[in-house]
Nanobody
Framework: QVQLVESGGGLVQAGGSLSISCAASGRAFSLYPMGWFRQAPGKEREFVAGINWNGGTTYYADSVKGRFTISRDNAKNTAYLQMNSLKPEDTAVYYC??????????????????WGQGTQVTVSS
C-alpha cells in the first residue's frame, strides 16, 4: 500500500513558476511509475506528466511540454512537478498518482492504483 500527500500548491501570477511535491509512504514507492494529473472545475481529470520507476523515462501532455518537468527522488520517496511559464489555464487541483505496473498507458488515470488528496494551483492573469 502506498499513501501519497501533495504539497506546494498556491497562487502565482501568469508567467511565474511553482513546484509541487508528492511525498509517498511505503517501501514500494521506488518500484512504481508515477503520474501527475489535474482537474479544473467542471472539467475531467487530465494527464499532465508521468515518470517511470527510476526516473529514466518521462511523459508529458502536449499542453505542458517544455514548461513542466517531472522528477523523482526514490531515496526521499518523493516526486516533483516543476511548473514554469504558468498560464491561467493551468489553474486546477493537481493530483499525484502511483501505479503498480508500467504496462498500459501512462496518461490513463483509471490505470493508477493510488492517489493523493490533491493540491490547488491557481494562476492569476
Amino acid at each position: 500500500q502506498v499513501q501519497l500527500v501533495e504539497s506546494g500548491g498556491g497562487l502565482v501570477q501568469a508567467g511565474g513558476s511553482l513546484s509541487i511535491s508528492c511525498a509517498a509512504s511505503g517501501r514500494a514507492f521506488s518500484l512504481y511509475p508515477m503520474g501527475w494529473f489535474r482537474q479544473a472545475p467542471g472539467k475531467e481529470r487530465e494527464f499532465v506528466a508521468g515518470i517511470n520507476w527510476n526516473g529514466g523515462t518521462t511523459y508529458y501532455a502536449d499542453s505542458v511540454k517544455g514548461r513542466f518537468t517531472i522528477s523523482r527522488d526514490n531515496a526521499k520517496n518523493t516526486a516533483y512537478l516543476q511548473m514554469n511559464s504558468l498560464k491561467p489555464e493551468d489553474t486546477a487541483v493537481y493530483y499525484c498518482a502511483a501505479r503498480r505496473t508500467s504496462s498500459g498507458t501512462m496518461s490513463r488515470h483509471w490505470e493508477y492504483d493510488f492517489w493523493g488528496q490533491g493540491t490547488q494551483v491557481t494562476v492569476s492573469s
